[in-house]
C-alpha cells in the first residue's frame, strides 16, 4: 500500500506516468467513467479549503466512486478531542481511500503509518501540499510543453506558503531550473530549503523586487500571505499588499511567460491580470482535478486489477 506525503514520494519517471495519464484521461474521459466504480474517497478535511476538497471529490466521481467526508474540525469528532490515528483507523472501514489536510505539520504522517487504506496529504500547516505541486507540474508541462529549462520566479509568502516548499523541492530534480525567490525580508524561504539547493549546486537568487526580475522570468508563481499561520495580526495587515501583480508589471515580462498562482487568490494579482493570455490560475485549477483522478487511480492500483 503507497500514500502520499510529499511530491518527492514518486519518482521524476513515476510523475511522467502519473502525468501521461492524467492528459489521457482529460482527452477521454469516457474511458475511465466507471474504473471506480463501488470504491469511496473520504476528505478529511481539518482546515479550510475550496480546490483541493472539492477537486478531489469531482476526481473521484469522475471515475465513477463516491465520496464521504469532512469539511471542517468543528463538525467532526475532533472536536470532543478525537485522535487523528483513531479517526482514520475507523474510516479504514468507511473507505478506500483517503484525503487529508490538517493544520498540524506531520498529522497526515501519523495518520499513514496508522491507515489500513492509502492516505494523501492534502496540505498539512506550512509543511508541505504535494497534489498542488502534481497539479503545478502538469500545468507546466502541458502549457510549456516541458519540466525544466526554465527560470521560476516565486513570489509571495515563500515563509508559510507549503505549496511552495513543495514545489521547489519537486523542481529541483529537473535539468536547467533557476529559482528566483521574490519576498519581503520576513517572509523569505525557509533554512532547510537553501540548504537543500546549496547541496544539490542548484541556482537560485533572493531578491525584494518583483518589477527587477519581471523580464527575466520564464513562470511566475504568485502566492497569497498565509495570515492564518501568522504570530499577529500587525505584520500580516503590514505585509498582505507588498505585492500586486498588475497589468503595468505584465508588460515587462516575456510574451511567453506563464502566472501560476496557487488559490485562493486574494490581492496579490489584480484582477485586471485575468484577460491576460499568459494568466494560467484558472486553467491551474482545472489540471488539478485531472492530475487528482491520475493520482486516486494509482493509489488504488486500478489499472493493475
Ligand atoms: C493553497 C493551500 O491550501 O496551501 N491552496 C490550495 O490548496 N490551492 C494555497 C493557499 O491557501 O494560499
Known amino acids: 500500500m503507497r500514500h502520499l506525503m510529499n511530491p518527492l514520494d514518486f519518482s521524476v519517471e513515476e510523475l511522467d506516468k502519473l502525468f501521461d495519464l492524467a492528459n489521457d484521461m482529460e482527452k477521454n474521459p469516457k474511458k475511465y467513467a466507471e474504473c471506480c466504480h463501488g470504491k469511496k474517497l473520504a476528505t478529511c478535511f481539518y482546515e479550510p479549503s475550496t480546490r483541493t476538497r472539492l477537486s478531489f471529490e469531482a476526481a473521484m466521481m469522475n471515475l465513477g466512486g463516491n ?21 482514520i483507523r475507523v474510516i479504514s472501514s468507511y473507505a478506500d481511500i483517503c484525503a487529508m489536510r490538517h493544520p498540524k505539520e506531520g498529522a497526515p504522517m501519523v495518520a499513514a503509518s496508522r491507515s489500513r487504506i492509502p492516505v494523501i496529504n492534502a496540505g498539512d500547516g506550512g509543511h508541505q501540499h504535494p497534489t498542488q505541486t502534481l497539479t503545478d507540474l502538469l500545468t507546466i508541462r502541458s502549457l510549456k510543453g516541458r519540466l525544466g529549462n526554465f527560470t521560476i520566479g516565486l513570489c509571495g509568502d515563500l515563509k508559510f506558503g507549503r505549496t511552495v516548499h513543495s514545489l521547489i523541492e519537486a523542481l529541483c530534480r529537473y535539468e536547467g531550473v533557476q529559482f528566483i525567490f521574490i519576498s519581503p525580508e520576513e517572509l523569505k524561504v525557509p533554512d532547510y530549503i537553501i540548504e537543500l539547493l546549496k547541496s544539490k549546486n542548484i541556482d537560485y537568487t533572493e531578491v525584494i523586487s518583483l518589477e527587477e ?11 497569497r500571505v498565509q495570515r492564518e499561520r501568522f504570530f499577529n495580526e500587525e505584520d500580516y495587515i503590514r505585509l498582505k499588499d507588498f505585492y500586486i501583480l498588475n497589468k ?28 491576460d493570455p499568459r494568466a494560467a490560475y484558472f486553467e491551474q485549477a482545472q489540471y488539478g482535478v485531472y492530475v487528482r483522478m491520475a493520482l486516486i487511480y494509482t493509489l488504488l492500483g486500478i489499472g493493475e486489477e
Open 67 to 87: 465520496v464521504l467526508g469532512f469539511s471542517s474540525a468543528d463538525s467532526s469528532s475532533a472536536a470532543k478531542g478525537e485522535s487523528v490515528s483513531d479517526t
Open 213 to 223: 526580475v519581471m523580464p527575466q522570468l520564464d513562470l511566475l508563481y504568485m502566492t
Open 248 to 275: 503595468s508589471k505584465m508588460e515587462m515580462a516575456k510574451e511567453d511567460m506563464l502566472v501560476l498562482h496557487p488559490l485562493p487568490r486574494v490581492n496579490e494579482i489584480s484582477v485586471e491580470v485575468d484577460d
